[in-house]
T-cell receptor, first 116, second 116 residues
Framework: KQEVTQIPAALSVPEGENLVLNCSFT??????LQWFRQDPGKGLTSLLL?????REQTSGRLNASLDKSSGRSTLYIAASQPGDSATYLC???????????????FGKGTKLTVNP | DTGVSQNPRHKITKRGQNVTFRCDPI?????LYWYRQTLGQGPEFLTY????????KSRLLSDRFSAERPKGSFSTLEIQRTEQGDSAMYLC??????????????FGPGTRLTVT
């Protein structure tokens, strides 16, 4: 059974700092990994999707990396801003070749607070 | 394209009542997913449709839960005889089965259910 862990559970940083959020998964037979942002009481906003054959994806100040063999992904946020404050979730989709399904398996998220 | 929409956004009901939620996916997205999220947890998969066919159901989807997507467009999720443990945010997502951004799941704002 796939398990996804995100460390730390919460993180508080001053504005302007670069930061890294971590995601680990127990089963390396994944099809893709997706990072989301969730504001309080709201739905999820997709940030980046990395296919299993890729090592990283970039969008603006965000960079996500994937090391499938070690079961790890990181989300790097450059020059953090107060507007980045939210919960960040990672989710993995199992490989079809391993009898995978279409469901995403989520971690519990990292709650980020960027202080002005 | 207005994104995934869900109605109602909030629902308060008494234990034992039936409730129904609606999800309208991004137009032309042929895959539709339902997830449930409780406080402090990541979303958990409930079920998924490709067009009108329900292809996968989680064991979380007890016999009190039923989902439909009759014409391959919008979907409904009904909970019969609600229990306090059903209180959660119900999230809908959609994706394309092929083409650009295929497999990337886009989420709606969710329906928050409170069972009293």
């Amino acid at each position: 059974k796939q398990e996804v862990t995100q460390i730390p559970a919460a993180l508080s940083v001053p504005e302007g700092e670069n930061l890294v959020l971590n995601c680990s998964f127990t089963d390396s037979a994944i099809y893709n990994l997706q990072w989301f942002r969730q504001d309080p009481g709201k739905g999820l906003t997709s940030l980046l999707l990395i296919q299993s054959s890729q090592r990283e994806q970039t969008s603006g100040r965000l960079n996500a990396s994937l090391d499938k063999s070690s079961g790890r992904s990181t989300l790097y946020i450059a020059a953090s801003q107060p507007g980045d404050s939210a919960t960040y979730l990672c989710a993995v989709k199992r490989s079809q070749a391993q009898g995978g399904s279409e469901k995403l398996v989520f971690g519990k998220g990292t709650k980020l607070t960027v202080n002005p | 394209d207005t994104g995934v929409s869900q109605n109602p956004r909030h629902k308060i009901t008494k234990r034992g009542q039936n409730v129904t939620f609606r999800c309208d996916p991004i137009s032309e997205h042929n895959r539709l997913y339902w997830y449930r999220q409780t406080l402090g947890q990541g979303p958990e998969f409930l079920t998924y449709f490709q067009n009108e066919a329900q292809l996968e159901k989680s064991r979380l989807l007890s016999d009190r839960f039923s989902a439909e997507r009759p014409k391959g467009s919008f979907s409904t999720l009904e909970i019969q005889r609600t229990e306090q443990g059903d209180s959660a945010m119900y999230l809908c997502a959609s994706s394309l089965a092929m083409g650009a951004h295929w497999n990337e799941q886009y989420f709606g704002p969710g329906t928050r259910l409170t069972v009293t």
